[in-house]
């Protein structure tokens, strides 16, 4: 399941200087046609380049543990999402789901094990434990890359389970 989420991330194009009004501009050729690249400023200042992206199909995101799904109080349960990395960086080790809002419910990230291509899906799971009072519980989840970036994911949407405890 996937619920829109607005990120503190924004990204920002590389800037270029302006051109020598007497000098005139040449002509681009195809290597000077690629579009810029985007960038974020991590908290050590430095500048990252964005090649962490992915989706999911609406039809299959959700591997088990639907929406809505009866626990019982202190149940403990894997909830599973398969995601596509439409990115253009490998993900490998240091890569990771985390929390982003809403319950927790003592969620532990499953390591997401081997390399993830850029074109390929995997399936990302965290372990939860139910709440031990009775309502309905929503957990929202990202991917990070291992230099602490949050994933600008599809349409900035994260990955959440709901349940209702009785």
Request: net charge negative; charged share 15%.
């Amino acid at each position: 399941t996937v619920v829109s989420q607005f990120t503190l991330t924004a990204a920002a194009f590389t800037p270029t200087t302006a051109p020598d009004t007497d000098t005139p501009a040449p002509e681009p050729t195809a290597t000077e046609t690629q579009p810029p690249v985007a960038e974020v400023t991590n908290a050590e200042g430095t500048t990252v380049a964005l090649c962490d992206k992915y989706s999911w199909d609406p039809d299959t995101v959700d591997v088990n543990v639907p929406d809505n799904t009866v626990v019982s109080p202190g149940q403990e349960f894997i909830k599973t999402w398969k995601i596509k990395n439409i990115g253009t960086c490998t993900w490998g080790e240091g890569y990771k789901l985390i929390f982003s809002y809403g319950e927790e419910m003592d969620g532990v990230a499953q390591p997401i094990g081997a390399a993830v291509a850029p074109g390929q899906e995997v399936d990302v799971s965290v372990q939860f434990t139910a709440p031990d009072l009775p309502g309905t519980y929503t957990s929202l989840w990202t991917l990070q890359n291992p230099k602490g970036i949050a994933f600008q994911g599809n349409d900035n949407k994260v990955l959440y389970v709901q349940i209702v405890v009785q």
